[in-house]
């Protein structure tokens, strides 16, 4: 497989399909030290004139660390052969496993940020804000069904900065 390099522009699928069916991995870190966590949640578009992202972590999670201490991210979409891995690796902490030795995955650095070799499409992002999502601003039901006394989110908007397909 190679990588090819395109304009966010030209992201083929959709999006609601990949982001929240397919699930995405989101890998914060460096080489040398990243984790990796699954996400269903999330949104693209266009913010501040530029192709964006949006990513919710909940501070609890490991990868909260490395999103609020890296500035770059990204988001990998894998075949659905690799399901099981997603699963993992959205219900097991890297502060206890290594999700890549667990899972078989192999990490890849791609323009600056850490994605994976069995990725079909990767983004690569640049973090430009975040925001803790208050609870208190939420409609009722929102509160109760995802926020009645597990940990907040925290709210992540990245400029896509490269995106690569793998061919």
């Excluded at 501070?59 to 990998?76: A, I, P």
């Amino acid at each position: 497989m190679a990588w090819e390099k395109i304009k966010a522009e030209e992201i083929s699928g959709n999006l609601f399909e990949r982001i929240g069916k397919q699930w995405f991995l989101l890998t914060a870190g460096s080489e040398g030290k990243w984790n990796t966590m699954t996400c269903s949640w999330g949104m693209a578009g266009v913010l501040w004139n530029q192709p964006s992202v949006t990513c919710y972590v909940r501070k609890s999670r490991y990868t909260s660390e490395f999103m609020e201490s890296q500035d770059v991210f990204t988001l990998s979409f894998l075949p659905e052969q690799y399901r099981k891995a997603l699963a993992f690796c959205g219900s097991h902490s890297g502060r206890e496993f290594d999700k890549a030795a667990q899972t078989g995955l192999q990490p890849k650095s791609l323009a600056g940020g850490v994605s994976f070799e069995e990725a079909e499409l990767v983004l690569v992002c640049k973090k430009r804000f975040s925001a803790d999502i208050d609870v208190s601003q939420l409609p009722a039901d929102i509160a109760k069904s995802y926020y009645s006394g597990d940990a907040l989110h925290r709210m992540y908007i990245g400029e896509i900065v490269s995106v690569y397909r793998n061919i």
